[in-house]
């Protein structure tokens, strides 16, 4: 299994991927340098917004448009000229931390979770944000707040603490929006590198990518079983997320940040976005925030 680059581009902090399926675009942000990025597979051509803030994720909206979790609170974004509406902000009065992962769940929930700029131990959370703009917190005192999946039977969530080196899975009930009885799904191994953001494929299997870790590893929540290692030319990977008419292309985001002069030189691929066309399984449509109510 080879990754090849999709879009050639220098992200300080690549993050956050999600498929459009209407547009057959791939999208991701730079959570520090505040820009959205929208590379349309079919046209290949690569349109980028920037809003000059920190913006830790990004999900897509039933109306098309983008949610987003910004350093000024969640609001929609505008997918051609940016423009924001902000709707809410869990910790407004937390300036020392900002948003980082987010995705919806098969309600059309906003979840998203936040750290400390400085990454300081358990001062983080997860929230979900629903259609109404209820904000609820599901899980308090985490550290880096990364990966987020659900199950293809629904019935379970997963959940990446980065500094952890786990992935938990809690039972999780999408009608009360409520999630209990967590677990140690997958433990990873130092040698691997730190677990970052991830995904589900439709046979339920996690691919994780890893941070310091140059690889996309996918494993089997059931068992806690590595199946296979997606090797990378750069060594800080940070998420992943399946795309492609079929969902069968895997994209796969990087970064730059926390890299010396001489890595970076030894890594002139770090911030680009890698696709493994064909990778032989297949994802599941991203799960969209019901703003239905709120047009």
Same mark, same amino acid.
């Given at each position: ?62 109306? %098309? ?118 677990? @140690? @799904? ?6 691997? %590198? ?76 770090? %911030? ?10 297949? %994802? ?12």
């Amino acid at each position: 299994m080879i990754a090849e680059i999709a879009v050639k581009i220098q992200c300080e902090l690549g993050e956050g991927p999600v498929w459009s399926r209407q547009h057959q675009t791939i999208c991701w942000v730079d959570i520090l340098k505040g820009e959205i990025h929208q590379y349309d597979t079919l046209k290949m051509h690569l349109y980028t917004l920037s809003l000059h803030t920190m913006i830790g994720a990004i999900a897509i909206c039933k109306s %098309g448009r983008f949610i987003a979790a910004m350093q000024e609170g969640i609001g929609f974004v505008n997918r051609l000229d940016g423009k924001v509406e902000i709707i809410a902000h869990p910790e407004l009065k937390l300036s020392k931390n900002r948003f980082n992962d987010g995705k919806c769940d098969p309600e059309g929930r906003f979840w998203i979770g936040t750290m400390a700029i400085n990454e300081s131990t358990a001062a983080g959370n997860l929230y979900t944000l629903d259609q109404y703009f209820h904000v609820e917190r599901k899980i308090a005192n985490t550290t880096i707040s990364n990966g987020l999946a659900w199950s293809p039977d629904e019935q379970k969530f997963y959940y990446i603490d980065t500094p952890t080196m786990k992935v938990i899975a809690y039972k999780y009930n999408k009608e009360q929006n409520e999630i209990s009885m967590p677990s @140690a @799904a997958v433990t990873i191994g130092k040698e691997d %590198g730190y677990p970052d953001g991830m995904t589900i494929d439709s046979e339920g299997m996690l691919w994780i990518a890893h941070w310091n870790g140059w690889q996309v590893t996918r494993w089997n929540p059931e068992t806690g079983r590595k199946l296979l290692a997606v090797k990378l030319p750069v060594a800080n990977v940070s998420s992943v997320v399946f795309g492609g008419a079929d969902l069968q292309d895997l994209y796969i985001t990087t970064t730059r940040k926390g890299l010396s002069h001489q890595q970076l030189e030894d890594q002139p691929l770090a %911030g680009s976005l890698f696709v493994v066309k064909n990778c032989g399984y297949r %994802g599941l449509k991203a799960f969209e925030f019901n703003d239905e109510q709120s047009d």
